[in-house]
Structure formats: C-alpha cells, structure tokens
C-alpha cells in the first residue's frame, strides 16, 4: 500500500497544485491585487516541475534520496545555476557582442551540474553511495529548481512587456512549465545520472558515455533554443523524455541489484 502511494503521489502533487494556481488566479483576477502576482508566478513555474520531480522520484527503486537532499539541490541548484549562467552568458555577450544558442546551452548545461556535483562528494564521503539513481533524481531537482526559476522570470517579463496583462502571464507560465519536465529537467537528470554511473563504475565506456550523454544533452538544448514551432517541440519533448525513462529503468535495475545498504536506509545530508 505504501509503495502504490509512493508511486501516485505525483498526481497529488499536480492536482493539489493546480487548484491552489486557480484558486489564486481567480482572486487575482476578482480583486485586481498585485499582491497576488508573485503566488501566481511561484505555482505557475512549479506545479508541473515539481509533480515531475515527485514521479521521478518514486520510480528510482528501493532507495530513496532524501527530502533534503531534493530540496538542497532544487533551491540551491536552481539559484546558483541560473545566477552563473546569467553573468556568464552575460560576460560573454560583452565581449562576443553575440552569443550562439549553443554557447548558451553548454554554459547552462554546465550550470546546472554545479550543486548535483557538490551533493556527489558529500554523498560520497558520508555514505558511499554512488547509485546512478541517486544521481539522476538529484539532477531532475536541479533542473526542475533552474526551470521554475527561469520560468519566474519569464513570467514577470511577460507580466512588464504586457503592461499588466494577466492572460499573457498565464500563456507564459502554461507553455515554459508543461514543456519543463522535457527541458531542463530532463537533460540535467540524463547528465547527473551518466556522471554518477560513471562514479559508480569508473570505465573508459562510462566515461565515453558521459561525455555523449552531456554532449547530447547540450545537443537537445541547442535545438530547442534554436527551432520553432509545434512539431519540433513535441519530437524534442519525446526524444528527452524517452531517453530520460530509459535511463531510469535501467538505473533502477542496477539499484534494485546493488547492497551498498540496508534495505530502507534512509541518508541525510
């Protein structure tokens, strides 16, 4: 019973989640109180993310990484990544005068990995632990963390550039957070979880598999910032997820095989 809990969980996530945006939209709208933008954007950008994260997270197998570690990696990876990215692509944009898409997604990329790296060690020197899945719902955190944050912004851009209209917030936070989960949050968890893979088994195949897998995230990145239009998006989305739920089962499996730790043991950072 606790384990189909577990498993459903995300649904709760997303349902409760998207009651409370409608409830909040609908006071917005009703009393025009500005007060009320801010819940809007932080809903708007995290419902969808976070309901992802929760269904990665069931879906890792017998081991858990725990809340904190989720939490660390979702704030501090999401504020530390998109401050890094934004002055380095800004740095760049200063001295370039142009900065290609693909410049942006391999800084971004990069970004991303600072905290799930920083997780790594400390995971590492606290319990030894070097499961792949571990790595792959800690990058799905960070990820998640970076793309409500951009969304935010994009939001209250949209919020500025409209002078106040609410309809182009709310088509702005619907596109960016339903195409999250194929997005950041999907190519940071593929990266993460090929580099803690690669802690795992150190081989010169896991490290050719890392590289591939960051270059193929940094890849899908470019396309997307790049392409426009429906159908690219939707043949990105499949490609990301495809590859993301790919690498969870097969990660799992590892997992479920490997006695690292007492079954159930729960870590703490």
């Not at 606290?126 to 969304?151: K, N, Q, W």
């Not at 088509?171 to 960016?176: A, D, I, N, Q, S």
Request: with cysteine.
């Amino acid at each position: 019973m606790r384990d189909l809990s577990r498993r459903w969980a995300w649904l709760g996530v997303l349902v409760i989640g998207l009651a409370l945006y409608v409830v909040v939209l609908r006071t917005l709208v009703r009393t025009q109180n500005p007060n009320f933008v801010p819940s809007l954007l932080l809903l708007g950008a995290t419902v969808v993310p976070l309901a992802f994260l929760t269904f990665a997270q069931a879906r890792t197998g017998r081991w858990q990484v725990p809340a904190s570690a989720l939490v660390t990696a979702a704030f501090f990876g999401g504020v530390i990544g998109v401050v890094v990215a934004g002055t380095l692509e800004y740095d760049a944009l200063r001295g370039l005068g142009a900065l290609p898409m693909l410049f942006v997604a391999l800084i971004e990329e990069t970004a991303k990995m600072i905290v799930p790296v920083i997780l790594l060690f400390i995971l590492l020197a606290r319990h030894g632990r070097r499961l792949p899945s571990d790595g792959l719902v800690i990058g799905v955190a960070s990820g998640m963390g970076f793309a409500a944050l951009e969304t935010m912004g994009y939001g209250f851009s949209a919020l500025l550039s409209s002078q106040g209209n609410i309809g182009s917030v709310q088509e702005t936070l619907f596109v960016r957070g339903l195409t999250a989960p194929a997005g950041h949050t999907a190519w940071t968890g593929l990266t993460c979880g090929a580099l803690w893979a690669l802690v795992a088994s150190p081989t010169g195949k896991k490290v050719l598999a890392f590289i591939g897998t960051f270059a193929g995230a940094v890849a899908m990145h470019t396309a997307w910032d790049t392409f426009s239009g429906v159908i690219p998006f939707i043949i990105l989305a499949i490609l990301s997820l495809g590859w993301l739920f790919a690498a969870l089962h097969r990660y799992r499996a590892f997992a479920e095989h490997t006695q690292w730790a007492p079954r159930g043991e729960a870590l703490a950072i």
